[in-house]
Structures are given as C-alpha cells and as structure tokens.
Nanobody
Framework: QVQLVESGGGLVQPGGSLRLSCAAS????????MGWYRKPPGNQRELTAF???????IYADSVKGRFTVSRDDTNNTVFLQMNDLTPEDTATYYC????????WGQGTQVTVSS
C-alpha cells in the first residue's frame, strides 16, 4: 500500500510564503521524479514544479523565480517552497510521484487572500 501525505497548505496574504511537504511511503520504487501539480478553481490540473531523480527541475512559467522544488531521497519526501504568493496561486496542490506508476496525494489547499 502506498501513501502520499501532504502538509503545509493554508491561508496566506499576498506576498507571503508557504512550504509544502509530501512524504511518500509504502511500495514505491523506480522513482523517476517527484513534484507538484495544482488545480485552480474552475481550471484544470496543471504542472507546477517537478524534480527528476538526477536533480533536473521543471517549473511552470507562472511560478519561475518564486517557487523552488526540492527532495529528500532518503525519506522519499518532496518539498515546494512558495514565495511572493499572489491570489493567482490559489489552488489545490497535489503531490505527484512518478514511480512504477503515477501516484497522487490527496491534495492540500493553498489560499492567497488579503
């Protein structure tokens, strides 16, 4: 059984920061990368940030320079440091692990509002 446990979401004012974490446990192997997708209200899920096993990173244009994805391979944990948040970053954020198949977290809500 595989579990992806996310934490770190919440309500923050514009210009603020949040750090998301996702710890993967269970029968996960052949991990090619880990990352985050997000689903803004009324929109489709979109890739936000992804880090491959070799360390290469991919970011959505809208978050480049503000978000940083990192991982702790020892603990199969992926992080998303989000700085200078704007209301457009409001979304449900989903952890994603590319293992022997795709694994998804349950989602954590991030709301940016004054």
């Amino acid at each position: 059984q595989v579990q992806l446990v996310e934490s770190g979401g919440g309500l923050v004012q514009p210009g603020g920061s949040l750090r998301l974490s996702c710890a993967a446990s269970g029968n996960i192997h052949s991990i090619a990368g880990m990352g985050w997708y997000r689903k803004p209200p009324g929109n489709q899920r979109e890739l936000t940030a992804f880090i491959r096993t070799r360390g290469n990173t991919i970011y959505a244009d809208s978050v480049k320079g503000r978000f940083t994805v990192s991982r702790d391979d020892t603990n199969n944990t992926v992080f998303l440091q989000m700085n200078d948040l704007t209301p457009e970053d409001t979304a449900t954020y989903y952890c994603y692990v590319a293992g022997q198949r795709a694994f998804w977290g349950q989602g954590t809500q991030v709301t940016v509002s004054s």
